[in-house]
């Protein structure tokens, strides 16, 4: 769909990208939902930098607002371009309307031609508290349609679905870190090929003097880097992923930020260590 992949400067010495599809350095866009992202927005986005995108993600359930032909124009162009597409979070929604429409709800994601089902957790305390069971169930059912299960963890209850929090108040309730293992070990030993890790609780409204790395490096320990796809929607936290963990980390983004991101994941900008112990000189 690329045609010729050749740069006018790659004689320059910078990381070039992976063919796809890529099994590590993924890099998720989030579609519509903070701002619009039209059918021909997504297109033109996708031929200047399709290159650089592995999956769009819907979120919020914004995919249901869309005719079931406008849905499959924006499926069919993100495939055009060897992108996958995913539910984001709204399963938790349709655990309301109990098994039997979560069962049509795959089963149509399905049809749709969709790539990737989301199983998101975080937001309400009574999908939290959901037995484990239940959910490795769901992430079963998933695989067993042909469809990709894409479990999220998250460190919070009642966080998510764009619920920010600023310092977070003090009714927030932390999950045990050990439990959070757990979990996240309980979905790749089902056979879950990533599991998402929700920005709250660990990076997002925080400070980076507050952000909790003692996470994230728990999580590199147990799991390396490759099964974890890690919510990065800020470019300071993106930033900090590619400089502290890997350029080859599979992160999640704002579509908006894709430019300046693969700047930094290719090592064509970024701060001063790209230049340090460099010999700088033009004689």
Known sequence: MFGSKQKPFDFVTTRKPHEKPR???????????YSVVTAD???SLLDDWGEYIDGMKFAGGSFSLLTETKLKEYIKICHDYDVFVDTGGWIERVLVDGKATVDNYITKCKELGIDVVEVSSGMAPEVMSM???EKIALVRK???T?????????????AGGGTHRTGYEEDMIYRDLEDFIKETKTYLEAGAKIVMIESEGITEDLPPEKWRTDVIKRLL???????????????????????NVSNNVNLFIDHS???????????LWGDKDIWKGKAISYK
Do not use: C, H, N
Request: hydrophobic share 35%; net charge negative.
């Open 142 to 144: 998933i695989s067993q």
């Open 41 to 43: 927005y997504l297109k």
């Open 257 to 267: 930020q894709i430019v300046e991101f693969s700047a930094w994941r290719y090592g």
């Open 221 to 243: 320990d147990e799991f390396g880097y490759e099964r974890l796809m890690f919510e990065a929607s800020d470019p300071p936290v993106f930033k900090w992923y590619l400089k």
């Open 146 to 158: 042909g469809l990709e299960p894409k479990p999220e963890v998250s460190l919070m209850v009642g």
């Open 23 to 33: 099994t590590s350095g993924i890099t998720e866009i989030r579609g519509p939902y």
């Open 131 to 133: 037995a484990l069971e």
